[in-house]
């Protein structure tokens, strides 16, 4: 009998939490404040000989004195009672509604807006803002305002770049012409230390191979080997400098110093510094390129997940996961 009298009891409790949860779901509560329920479980429902019901005794309360329960059918109601509670209070349902639910939730309109909008700010930073812009139905001018402002730095960015690449490549070039006027490979062959030690060398390979003890001696890169190494060497380290052409000597010791920097070659370096100066402008502008973009396709991608879905956004497939201390809850829609 105790058993029976548990399963009464969790069964009450259950019918009592859905009870209180379709309320809270099917909205039918019009005022405000809440519903607090109250459960009275009879047990019995007692019937004379006569057929004349015998009023039943309340499990709940204690005046009615001991049950006999020998003597009640096998009969078992259950009434849910409601009223109006005067300070607002939460319901068992209400609770179960109330709980903090983490809610994610992604539809196929929203997805594309997020990918869309990041693809157009990878090809051009602000076109993902204007995309957004022009599909919200808000028309909210702070996302005009940031479109505005990424295409403006890219124009900016793409100047920089431009001008000063463009800038750097025509020092090179002055650079290289003028290495090509006052440096020749045949000189250096001839006036090296070593190379004039043992009447001339021959080729570069030849001093590459033979001049490696010489304590003037640095590899040498011959233009057609590598073009860059060429004109960066003749004028950067101080074993090249006997093949300028106003090398004549003089320039090794000057008053007891060595001094090895002669007016070409000394001309020479500051194009190229002006050229790497430039050319490592136009770098930076470029690194600014990438970085405006990738700015951009996340400030889109962040706009667009924020602002939900557009116009006909709502249409095709969605899912929704939320997750609580209470329960999970997965499901699967389609709007058309």
């Not at 599909?135 to 479109?147: F, N, P, T, Y």
């Not at 860059?228 to 320039?251: P, T, V």
Request: hydrophobic share 35%.
């Amino acid at each position: 009998m105790r058993g029976k009298i548990k399963i009464l009891l969790l069964f009450s409790a259950l019918l009592l939490v859905l009870n209180s949860a379709s309320e809270v779901n099917a909205g039918c509560s019009d005022y405000a404040g809440s519903i607090s329920s109250r459960l009275t479980l009879n047990y019995g429902g007692m019937k004379s000989r006569v057929g004349e019901d015998i009023a039943a005794v309340s499990l709940f309360n204690s005046e009615d004195g001991p049950l006999d329960f020998k003597a009640l059918k096998r009969a078992e109601t259950l009434r849910l009672h409601g009223e109006r509670l005067e300070n607002p209070a939460l319901s068992v349902g209400e609770m179960i509604m109330k709980d903090s639910f983490s809610a994610g939730t992604l539809s196929a309109g929203k997805k594309k807006r997020i990918v869309v909008s990041m693809v157009a700010s990878a090809l051009l930073p602000g076109l993902g803002e204007m995309y957004l812009y022009f599909d919200s139905g808000s028309k909210d001018m702070s996302i005009l305002a940031r479109a505005i402002g990424f295409i403006a730095l890219e124009g900016y960015l793409w100047y920089g770049y431009d001008s000063n690449h463009d800038k750097g490549k025509d020092f090179k070039r002055q650079y290289e012409e003028y290495g090509d006027a006052h440096w020749s490979e045949e000189d250096f062959l001839r006036d090296h230390p070593y190379c004039e030690g043992v009447g001339g060398c021959i080729s570069w390979e030849e001093y590459n191979e033979s001049a490696k003890e010489n304590e003037w001696y640095f590899f040498y890169m011959a233009r057609e080997v590598d073009r860059e190494e060429y004109y960066e060497n003749m004028g950067k380290y101080d074993a090249f400098l006997y093949g300028w052409d106003d090398w004549n000597g003089e320039y090794a010791h000057d008053g007891g110093n060595p001094n090895y920097w002669t007016p070409h070659r000394t001309h020479f370096v500051s194009l190229r510094d002006e050229s790497n100066k430039y050319l490592l402008r136009a770098d930076h502008h470029l690194m600014g390129l990438i970085a405006s973009r990738i700015v951009s396709m996340v400030h889109a991608g962040w706009l667009a997940n924020r602002d939900g879905s557009g116009r006909g956004s709502s249409e095709g497939w969605s899912f929704e996961l939320k997750n609580s201390a209470v329960r999970s809850r997965f499901s699967l829609n389609y709007r058309f």
